[in-house]
């Protein structure tokens, strides 16, 4: 079964910078697509930012210009810089990660991460 850990997440003061990780394992020559949602408290679960298999990127508006998606294809892993933090950014992250090709094989399905906490302090 695939599965999604992600690591890189604490406490930081405002203005400060985090990198979150998410690392997949259980598959092996996949294309695949990634992306970075986020949850504060109370409040519905938000896209922030994708990269696809043909490195195609989307920021949501809220976080263009401070944040950055990253991917690397030998690790299977997707990165999410994050600069110039504010409160508003406090939240749970959450990566995702769909599959559409395994060695020949059409294959479609979405795994998430634990999710990993965010705190920005003021």
């Known amino acids: 079964a695939v599965q999604l850990v992600e690591s890189g997440g604490g406490s930081v003061q405002a203005g400060g910078s985090l990198r979150l990780s998410c690392a997949a394992s259980g598959f092996r020559f996949c294309e695949v697509d990634w992306s970075w949602y986020r949850q504060a408290p109370a409040k519905e679960r938000k896209f922030v930012s994708s990269?696809?298999?043909?490195?195609?990127?989307t920021r949501a508006d809220s976080v263009k210009g401070r944040i950055a998606i990253s991917r690397d294809n030998d690790k299977n892993a997707v990165y999410l810089q994050m600069s110039s933090l504010e409160p508003e950014d406090t939240a749970v992250y959450y990566c995702?990660?769909?599959?559409?090709?395994?060695?020949?094989?059409?294959?479609?399905?979405?795994?998430w991460g634990q999710g990993i906490q965010v705190t920005v302090s003021s």
């Open positions: 990269i696809t298999s043909h490195d195609n990127i």
């Open positions: 995702q990660l769909r599959r559409h090709n395994c060695a020949g094989l059409l294959i479609d399905d979405e795994t």
